[in-house]
């Protein structure tokens, strides 16, 4: 007898993760590691302490331990909002006509509205735990902020949060989420740090920049005593932790003796990609399984399918460690488009390693057609999905199409990151028939990678 | 050996309800019937299938049946956002130092971000049935809007919202869910009924309040062919609906031997309060266990702890049918306090007759302190809070500090009915210092109360 698969597939307490998993333990041809901004020499432990919380440093460079154990702490917060249900799409299916079963493993369930949060609470957790007064961070569209706000709250941490100043200004209820969580918002740049000075100098009146809230944020860290800066995606201590999005998938799957075909996930630094696909990828590095994964990105921020696997600064300050990444160039400055949390220039290494290998393919899509999707979607299946998260539900929904032209009953798994609560003016925008779509130009491109560094 | 309680009690789709429970079928003294608005006679099924859907007419008016099942499609619909977590509180436990168990039954995981989805689904179906082309209604806050919006879509009926002119300029986003939905969404007063001109003639420039919206949706349903009026809340029909929410927290409860002593629900028209502690109340009934139930309301709007017991009518344009219920006069307008869906001069029939009896009690909250408690428990327990549901987390607050002045280990379980994600404006002013409290004098009260209509 067929087992019948419920709509939502919530694990048992009991069956969630105890250890992160850590891919590059599994990966025979090792990520390139980071550099020092200055030097260009491997970035050291002590190095990395200076900026970032010892423990996470370390995790950072661990590229031996399969897994690493999830500290009770952390598991005991998990359990306030997950596990997250992975959701079968009976009515997307339904109205596709496809043959395709389609599941997507939901994060938005969670007042920060995303999967940032997995990461976030550790990050506080090992702050705290290193005895720190607090930490620093930067925050564009506002959910890693929100999501940090909310770690370092349950944490009695002190929360900086540099917020790109239009933002600040376009998104005054993110910022007062992040108040209500006790964060201190900072609109950037400012005139609490010297570089927020010098580029108010140079530059007065101007909207800021994520580069230069990095810059700021980092500024804040070092010179404050009991201060470090924390970052919500791009470093392989992020994968590491949002890999309790993949195996809690893993788990549901198995569970109900599902094999996935087809695994998707947007990529704008990696954070949620790489974290639900990681289990899979190294079931599949060690011969047991075979996948199909694909990263979604924005066309108008294209790392993997257009840009360069090279060193590149991670910043636009460059006081961050370089990294050998998939990037369109740390200066180029992306369109202004909705999905806010896809807009880096760069990919998290493991998964650029990955797509080089072959192992990871890229599409990449236009909004117009990613809030078409994001709108059927709320439709059909009752969410209202982040435009990051659509950028998945887009690929999801033309790769069950394909088995509907093809007969193939393939089974699709999506990751949705998060909801659209806060993204309304890009919605009335799409509904307004006013979205725009934004390319760079071969040259624009070409002028971008020009200026990489002369790396290796 | 002690049965350990996860964090989150997630029932299984099989232990989901097949049946609504209709409390008024167990009520020794029924809630007075509603009357006729012109002839003062008890409505009957033709006089309500005017307005209303025919079949949910028919619910209205069954106070015979405990059990009504619920559709199979309704049921589908339920299952892709329910059962809906009960959550045991161990961090608010922990952090207020009582030794009473708190549970939350949250209701905000849904794109509507409230309970109203329960019983806009279950309307839409019987419009859907029905062979109707769409249905009419007002929106404040727009909790509600949203929620008939999203179930109209499933059904693909037409969904025609009048959100009161005030909102629909301050809540821009609130409105651009309901369009993503499909749904038209109009400010009132409007051009478009005749009610609407006519005040727009005697108040221009006025920005609307909820008794012109119901107005003008009903007059819009009745002059046009194939739609009905529905409304979210007060009627007994949505009680039904909504008593989804206590039969899955009863059924959560006895799945692991809890035992509740304390039930409490925010309370407005009635809606989450009614079908959350409908079940419980049935049980006190029928002799078979004895709880205490709270209805939590604003200090600004006290119709069950201020209010008169006494026929009135519903809507401040008197064309609904008169109700004898808890109210502060049809005419009076409540204070704009932040929690908009608890903005209602009366409270539904069924829960007004159970506090006549003393079944129910009743307090009332000034929201400085609502968001004083809205804030701990977003910091505490990670999820932010709808105002609305806030006054039942002020309450459950204080009856489990009690617990800790007398050492009792009381069970307390309270409705969490939705999130706050468009009310930041109101957290806005609480973190800003200037929230207002507002509370009817006992003359305006009294003046108000002078014009109820004379019946019974």
Redesign the interface.
């Known amino acids: 007898m067929a087992i019948e698969i ?3 597939i ?1 694990l ?2 009991s069956e969630m993760p105890k250890a992160w998993y850590n891919l590059r333990a599994d990966m025979k041809v090792k990520p390139a590691p980071l550099l020092d901004p200055k030097t260009h020499k491997p970035a050291t432990l002590d190095d990395l302490s200076a900026v970032f919380c010892r423990e996470l440093a370390q995790q950072e460079l661990n590229e031996t331990d399969a897994y690493i154990e999830i500290p009770e702490e952390i598991r005991n ?1 998990y ?3 997950r596990p997250s249900p992975l959701v079968r799409a009976y ?1 997307l299916e339904k109205k596709l006509g496809t043959p395709a079963k389609i599941y997507y493993k939901f994060e938005g ?3 920060s ?1 995303s999967h940032k949060l997995n990461s976030a609470i550790a990050q506080a957790y090992y702050a705290k735990k290193q005895g720190l007064k607090g930490v620093t961070t930067e925050t564009g569209a506002g959910q890693w902020g929100t999501a940090l706000s ?1 770690a370092c ?2 944490f009695d941490l002190d929360c900086r949060v540099f917020m790109v100043k239009v933002s600040y200004e376009q998104k ?2 993110r910022r ?2 992040m ?4 964060a201190s918002v900072t609109p950037s740049p400012s005139e609490t740090t010297e570089i927020g000075k010098k580029i108010l100098a140079a530059h007065p009146g101007t909207g800021g920049s994520l580069g230069c809230a990095v810059s700021e944020a980092v500024e804040c860290a070092v010179s404050n005593e009991g201060y470090r800066y924390v970052l919500g995606s791009v470093l392989n201590q992020v994968l590491l932790h949002q890999s309790v999005i993949g195996l809690e998938t893993k788990t549901a799957l198995e569970k109900y003796g599902i094999k996935a075909d087809v695994i998707i996930g947007c990529a704008g630094g990696g954070s949620n990609l790489g974290g639900l696909i990681s289990p899979f990828v190294g079931e599949q590095l060690r011969g047991e399984a075979n996948y199909k994964f694909i990263a979604v990105e924005p066309a108008s921020c294209p790392s993997l399918t257009r840009g360069k696997y090279a060193y590149d600064y991670a910043d636009t300050g460059m006081i961050c460690p370089l990294a050998k990444m998939y990037t369109i160039g740390a200066d180029y400055i992306p369109a202004p488009n909705h999905a806010g949390g896809l807009r880096y220039h760069g990919m998290n290494t493991t998964l650029s390693e990955l797509h080089a290998q072959g192992i990871l393919e890229a599409v990449s899509y236009q909004q117009t057609d990613v809030f078409a999707a994001a ?1 059927e979607f ?7 999905p982040a435009p990051e998260s659509s950028h998945a539900i887009r690929a999801a929904i033309d790769e069950a199409m394909k088995c509907k032209e093809t007969g193939e009953e393939k089974t699709i798994v999506f990751g949705l990151t998060g ?1 659209g ?2 993204d ?2 890009g ?2 925008n799409y ?1 307004d028939g006013k979205l725009q779509n934004y390319i760079p130009t071969d040259e624009e491109l070409a002028q971008s990678l020009a200026k990489l560094p002369n790396i290796g």
């Open positions: 419920p709509y939502k919530y048992e307490e917060f359990k306030m909002y009515c369930n969670n007042t509205g909310m709250s349950y005054p209820f007062e989420v108040r209500t969580y006790g709108e709320a439709r059909i299946e009752g969410i209202l909801t609560y806060f309304l003016a919605y009335k509904n």
